[in-house]
């Protein structure tokens, strides 16, 4: 992207601060943030960066203006406050394509580096307590012990599963005793480009708001 105008610049800088702040904040807040006299004064320039796609407006709620992720990498920043981000869908069955794309973030949740979510799509494994639609907190920086239940990357897709290895083979384990374990040798873990991306932190049920 090209170098923003000063002026954008110093009002997109002064919205991320905001929000570092845990606060999504007004024209007139924003204003004052920045020490201009009136909240027209920033008008300008949160238009052309909504046109940008560096700010998102939303017309429907009163502090209607943050960064988007674009905007955060236009200053080489990452939100502080947002919580732990979402990086698409996880299965608890058949695995189910995890994209890595921010879908959004699970709010009040501890945040860290390389803790993400995903959602759990599936029933295989209920009997841990796990539900379809529940999201799963992965560490991603964190090694996954034998036994413990973890996020796993085969053939490109995700998948959520108690991990075992054993004498070369990688077994993935539901907890659902109506399905089988998927066990996986050398050829076919280097075959399908398997990596175990982490290991389960905790689960955040459906209905967290």
């Known amino acids: ?29 924003i204003a004052e943030f920045c020490g201009y006299a009136f909240p027209s004064a920033v008008t300008k320039h949160v238009d052309a960066l909504v046109r940008k796609g560096l700010l998102i407006s939303e017309p429907d709620k ?10 955060w990498a236009a200053l080489n920043r990452s939100p502080a406050n947002l919580g732990v981000p979402i990086l698409g869908a ?13 879908t959004g973030y699970l709010d009040d949740v501890s945040a860290k580096p390389g803790r ?10 209920i009997e841990a307590g796990i539900n379809d639609g529940d999201y ?7 090694q996954a012990a034998d036994g413990s239940i973890a996020a796993v990357l085969v ?9 075992r290895q054993r004498r070369g083979e990688l077994v993935l384990e539901p907890r659902n ?33």
Not at 96 to 101: D, K, Q, R, T
């Open 1 to 29: 992207m090209k170098t923003l105008p000063p002026g954008q610049a110093y009002v997109l800088s002064c919205y991320a601060d905001a929000e570092d702040e845990g606060r999504q904040a007004s024209r007139a807040e």
């Open 62 to 71: 009163k502090r209607n203006i943050r960064l988007s992720d674009e905007g």
């Open 90 to 102: 996880i299965a608890a069955g058949a695995p189910i394509l995890a994209a890595e794309n921010l």
């Open 116 to 125: 993400i979510a995903l959602q759990v799509r599936g029933d295989s494994m």
């Open 136 to 142: 799963a907190v992965i560490d991603t920086d964190k």
């Open 155 to 163: 053939d490109e897709e995700t998948t959520l599963k108690v991990i």
């Open 177 to 209: 005793r109506r399905l089988k374990p998927l066990v996986l040798n050398k050829a076919a873990q280097t075959e399908n480009g398997v990596r175990i991306i982490g290991p389960l932190a905790f689960i955040v049920r459906r209905d967290f708001t």
